[in-house]
T-cell receptor, first 115, second 113 residues
Framework: GAVVSQHPSRVICKSGTSVKIECRSL??????MFWYRQFPKQSLMLMAT?????????EQGVEKDKFLINHASLTLSTLTVTSAHPEDSSFYIC???????????FGQGTRLTVV | GNSVTQMEGPVTLSEEAFLTINCTYT??????LFWYVQYPGEGLQLLLK?????DKGSNKGFEATYRKETTSFHLEKGSVQVSDSAVYFC????????????FGQGTTLQVKP
């Protein structure tokens, strides 16, 4: 299957700072990327959907000014958590699909800890 | 709205035991249904899928049947191995086919030798 690489796998940042998470499709062009968040022992919750060259579509309850998503190329999407707080600590997972298939491929996730 | 409910884990089994992980869903229309698996330190991988009622998805000895009447998609395997230890997620994709997935909370499976 297609490969999606997410970086970093773990990050610790201080409260009030911003952190950027990258999601890359390595061997296909990702016209659509999805960002999920997972709390301990809970489901993955979709945060936003981004299409290359367009503004992201955020799910209800997700602060678009706090979670900035950029999908400027067909192989890269970034999620920036701005002014991070301890309650933003979570596991963030991206997935990507091309324009032809139905299947979305997942990155390995990023564990964010805000101290 | 759309939602997925899975049985709580962890599920602990001995090698060669029979596995069932229950999954039920609520949805408008006819969603597609999936099981994903996450091995330690890795990303989610698609295990199997079914796109319409009575379809059976199967892969690596795992099976699940799309039951419209009971809104269920239970995962089964006749004989588990230690290497099957992972977290299993049931998910649905609404009929709009945007690629958006709605996940259950995940069930951790531990298989002991």
């Amino acid at each position: 299957g297609a490969v999606v690489s997410q970086h970093p796998s773990r990050v610790i940042c201080k409260s009030g700072t911003s952190v950027k998470i990258e999601c890359r499709s390595l061997d296909f062009q990702a016209t659509t990327m999805f960002w999920y968040r997972q709390f301990p022992k809970q489901s993955l919750m979709l945060m936003a959907t981004s299409n290359e060259g367009s503004k992201a579509t955020y799910e209800q309850g997700v602060e678009k000014d706090k979670f900035l998503i950029n999908h400027a190329s067909l192989t890269l999407s970034t999620l920036t958590v701005t002014s991070a707080h301890p309650e933003d600590s979570s596991f963030y997972i991206c997935s990507a699909r091309d324009g032809t298939g139905w299947q979305a491929f997942f990155g390995q996730g990023t564990r964010l800890t805000v101290v | 709205g759309n939602s997925v409910t899975q049985m709580e884990g962890p599920v602990t089994l001995s090698e060669e035991a029979f596995l069932t992980i229950n999954c039920t869903y609520t949805a408008t229309g006819y969603p597609s249904l999936f099981w994903y698996v996450q091995y330690p330190g890795e990303g989610l991988q698609l295990l199997l899928k079914a796109t319409k009622a009575d379809d059976k998805g199967s892969n690596k000895g795992f099976e699940a049947t799309y039951r419209k009447e009971t809104t269920s998609f239970h995962l089964e395997k006749g004989s588990v191995q230690v290497s099957d230890s992972a977290v299993y997620f049931c998910a649905l994709s609404p009929p709009s086919n945007t690629g958006k997935l709605i996940f259950g909370q995940g069930t951790t499976l531990q298989v002991k030798p």
